[in-house]
């Protein structure tokens, strides 16, 4: 995926850093309407159940690791984002991308270049257009969603029964 970073299937030995990682407020509080924390190593085998379960060569949720020993450091996902209740489906779902990283490896743009790679890797097998949403207080991610040449299209009620900032990239 690039020189420092790649993604992999999730692995049931990765249930204690699923778990680490998602039992800290810091790193769920601001996904969705009601953010949940993580109690459990069963529910960390659960979530990767549901994680390897999505069968396509396009979409997914991936493992983050260093490329130089293989220490997970999060994770990313490129799948359909969930409507809200009362949203009027049809058509084509949008497709998001989205990551989240242990507070250990904030800062050293792991999330910036993972992201960058999937869409660079998505456009190419003919996706046209990538959404992201933060919650309106996450000035970080919006942030780095501006770096990956990301369009903010405004503030949403669309996706995942939330008030959200929705971000766009097409393919160019």
């Known amino acids: 995926m690039s020189d420092r970073l790649l993604l992999r299937p999730w692995r049931d030995e990765d249930a204690d850093f699923l778990l680490d990682l998602e039992s800290r407020w810091e ?3 601001l996904l ?6 993580m109690n459990n190593r069963e529910d960390g085998l659960a979530s990767i159940a549901r994680r390897r379960a999505i069968d396509d060569p396009l ?3 991936w493992a983050i690791t260093t490329a130089a020993d293989g ?3 999060g994770y990313l996902l490129l799948k359909p984002i969930p409507l809200s209740a009362g949203q009027p489906a049809g058509g084509p779902a949008d ?3 989205g990551w989240h990283l242990h507070p250990e490896a904030w800062g050293h743009g792991y ?3 993972a992201a ?3 869409l660079d890797d998505a456009f190419s097998r003919g996706l046209a257009t990538v959404i992201a949403v933060t919650d309106p207080d996450n000035r970080a991610s919006q942030a780095v969603r501006r770096r990956l040449g990301m369009t903010h299209v405004g503030r949403t009620t669309r996706y995942y029964d939330t008030s959200n900032e929705l971000f766009e990239k097409l393919d160019s």
């Not at 969705?32 to 924390?37: E, L, R």
């Open 27 to 29: 790193v769920v509080r």
């Open 32 to 37: 969705g309407a009601q953010p949940t924390i």
């Open 59 to 61: 979409e997914g949720i």
């Open 71 to 73: 220490r997970l450091v």
């Open 95 to 97: 497709v998001e991308i």
């Open 111 to 113: 999330g910036s270049e």
């Open 116 to 118: 960058a790679a999937v």
